[in-house]
């Protein structure tokens, strides 16, 4: 993807979690260092808290889940996509 190339980072959130969600076809050929988490809070909470109000406390449930889709051990998705926000933050001061 373009936008990749360029550096850009692509938010995952609870959409990813649903039933008929192509993104994780996407997200398979995305390096993670391109990746960050996040919620669209107070919407899309992710399965099985679909419905519901969402929050920062389901990131880990999306981890969880990228971790199974990507073959990855959830602890090494957690810290590369918290890298990634702290430095997309860092990038916007």
């Known amino acids: ?6 550096g850009f980072v692509l938010g995952v959130n609870g959409v990813v ?18 990746i960050i988490l996040e919620t669209d809070s107070p919407y899309l909470a992710p399965v099985p808290y679909r419905g519901k109000i969402n929050s ?6 999306i981890a969880e889940f990228l971790a ?12 590369i996509t918290e890298e ?6 860092t990038r916007l001061k």
């Open 84 to 89: 990634n926000t702290k430095s997309l933050f």
């Open 17 to 34: 979690t649903f039933k008929n969600c192509n993104l994780k076809d996407i997200l398979a050929k995305i390096p993670l260092g391109n």
């Open 1 to 6: 993807c373009i936008y990749i190339k360029m």
């Open 56 to 61: 920062s406390k389901n990131i880990p449930v």
């Open 68 to 79: 199974k889709e990507l073959e990855q051990n959830v602890n090494g998705i957690e810290k």
